[in-house]
């Protein structure tokens, strides 16, 4: 395990018992260095969405948890948020929620000269994901050519 994975790790576990406490979901946790700073990032969710009332309740008991643990060396910035309209799937549950929605796919190298697919997630497992385009045509690709995949939404 990196030393960003134990740090995503045992802040997760910190972050279980707030968000639980509190009747959120824990939807990811990620330490990230953008620029010249670190960030140690966790969304949160629940149905509704959150209010930044609900992220403030959570970052201050996450910080005076993380303060008295102490187990990150450097300085960080803690953000605690929703993870947004365009919310990336990244783990199981994230797929089974999203089934029959609109998802936007952007690969790693173009395919038929496009690298952006657009369509309603209609299966999926550890190894592909499919989807049904606006014209009926079903799509499936690997996950190891996604780079990216997150609900797709329309203003």
Do not use: W
């Not at 190891?144 to 203003?155: G, S, V």
């Amino acid at each position: 395990m990196t030393r960003r994975e134990d740090i995503e790790k045992r802040t997760e576990e910190l972050l279980m018992p707030i968000v639980e406490a509190h009747q959120f979901e824990l939807f990811d946790v990620e330490y990230v260095k953008e620029g010249g700073n670190r960030y140690l990032r966790a969304y949160i969710d629940k149905p509704g969405g959150i209010a930044i009332d609900d992220c403030e309740v959570v970052s201050r008991a996450l910080s005076d948890l993380l303060d008295k643990e102490d187990y990150i060396a450097e300085s960080y910035i803690l953000e605690v948020s929703s993870p947004g309209l365009g919310r990336p799937l990244k783990k199981e549950k994230d797929f089974a929620r999203s089934m029959g929605k609109d998802v936007e796919i952007r690969l790693y190298r173009p395919r038929n000269h496009e690298r952006e697919f657009e369509g309603a997630l209609t299966a999926y497992d550890d190894t592909s994901v499919t989807i049904r385009t606006e014209d009926d045509e079903e799509i499936t690709f690997e996950r190891a050519e996604i780079a990216l995949i997150r609900l797709a939404f329309d203003f």
